[in-house]
């Protein structure tokens, strides 16, 4: 009953170094989702993959990179880690589909980033 | 772009009160709206998530209403406890952005003994 699992769940980093968060969900859900989420900013979209083989930019896209690798795997990199990078990332995903579902996300348990 | 607004943004009841938080949305096209609690340190916890079509979803002590036109939604919690303490996000989905959560900032929430 795993849901969302994200990997690592801490990092530091030096600036300019860089890494991938990876993420992988078992609920057979067609959409992903990547969020930061800073003190007084709430969580910001910064990419989406509303299906198997598609991504898109989403309110923060900028010094990121995505790979939807499969149904099950949507990971997060950053080529060259800023300090403004420093956040906690959340991974969602959602069955997009309008059958019988609601739409609800389902998040995993974040990954902290600090980059020096 | 869908911007979620929640009032107030901290607050500190005595344990037993009756208390509202309240969520605004500016996009009253919406597809549904979650409500969701997080524990310092923590990832995000489902509350409760109201349709579209729906005017309110209890849960427990919880109960949340949607009213779309006005486009406010409101978090009740019945007799608070300490372990209530936490920060609540309201979060709006809407079509845009393969349906994305747009979240608000929380409400911090104080329960003392």
């Known amino acids: 009953n795993a849901g969302v699992t994200q990997t690592p769940k801490f990092q530091v980093l030096k600036t300019g170094q860089s890494m991938t968060l990876q993420c992988a969900q078992d609920m057979n859900h067609n959409s992903m989702y990547w969020y930061r989420q800073d003190p007084g900013m709430g969580l910001r979209l910064i990419y989406y993959?509303?299906?198997?083989?598609?991504?898109d930019k989403g309110e923060v896209p900028n010094g990121y990179n995505v790979s939807r690798l499969n149904k099950r795997e949507f990971s997060l990199r950053l080529e060259s880690a800023a300090p403004s990078q420093t956040s906690v990332y959340f991974c969602?995903?959602?069955?997009?589909?309008?059958?019988?579902?609601?739409?609800?996300?389902?998040f995993g348990e974040g990954s902290r980033l600090t980059v020096l | 772009k869908q911007e979620v607004t929640q009032i107030p943004a901290a607050l500190s009841v005595p344990e037993g009160e009756n208390l509202v938080l309240n969520c605004s949305f500016t996009d009253s096209a919406i597809y549904n709206l979650q409500w969701f609690r997080q524990d310092p340190g923590k990832g995000l916890t489902s509350l409760l998530l109201?349709?579209?079509?729906?005017r309110e979803q209890t849960s427990g002590r919880l109960n949340a209403s949607l009213d779309k036109s006005s486009g406010r939604s409101t978090l009740y919690i019945a007799a608070s406890q300490p372990g209530d303490s936490a920060t609540y996000l309201c979060a709006a989905q809407n079509s845009n952005s393969g349906y994305a959560l747009n979240f608000g900032k929380g409400t911090s929430l104080l329960v003392t003994p």
């Open positions: 993959s509303a299906s198997e083989g598609t991504t």
């Open positions: 969602a995903s959602s069955e997009r589909q309008i059958t019988r579902v609601t739409g609800e996300l389902f």
């Open positions: 109201i349709q579209s079509s729906q």
